[in-house]
């Protein structure tokens, strides 16, 4: 069984940063690929940043040169630095894993605003 628990949410005034963590239990491996996604009340969930298991990484445009993700295999954890934050950034955040299909953490709440 995967299991996925993010933190780090909260909430931040608008140029702040945030660094959110989301820990892997089970059969995790360093292959796998995890990332982070996001999502706002009457939108789709919205892609922000992916990682492989070599370190290569992908970021939304929305939020490149602001947005850092990165992993720590020995810890099965994915993190997400967040800088600059806009109000536009104000979302639930979920991270997941890809173990033959997706698995989701239960969201993390980022609130920005002044």
């Known amino acids: 069984q995967v299991q996925l628990v993010e933190s780090g949410g909260g909430l931040v005034q608008p140029g702040g940063s945030l660094r959110l963590s989301c820990a892997a239990s089970?059969?995790?491996?360093?292959?796998?690929?995890m990332g982070w996604h996001r999502q706002t009340p009457g939108k789709q969930r919205e892609a922000v940043a992916t990682?492989?298991?070599?370190?290569?990484?992908t970021d939304a445009d929305s939020v490149k040169g602001r947005f850092t993700i990165s992993r720590d295999n020995a810890k099965n954890t994915v993190y997400l630095q967040m800088n600059s934050l806009k109000p536009e950034d104000a979302a639930v955040y979920y991270c997941y894993v890809v173990i033959l299909k997706l698995y989701w953490g239960q969201g993390t709440q980022v609130t920005v605003s002044s």
């Open positions: 990682i492989t298991g070599d370190g290569s990484t």
């Open positions: 089970g059969s995790i491996f360093n292959i796998n690929p």
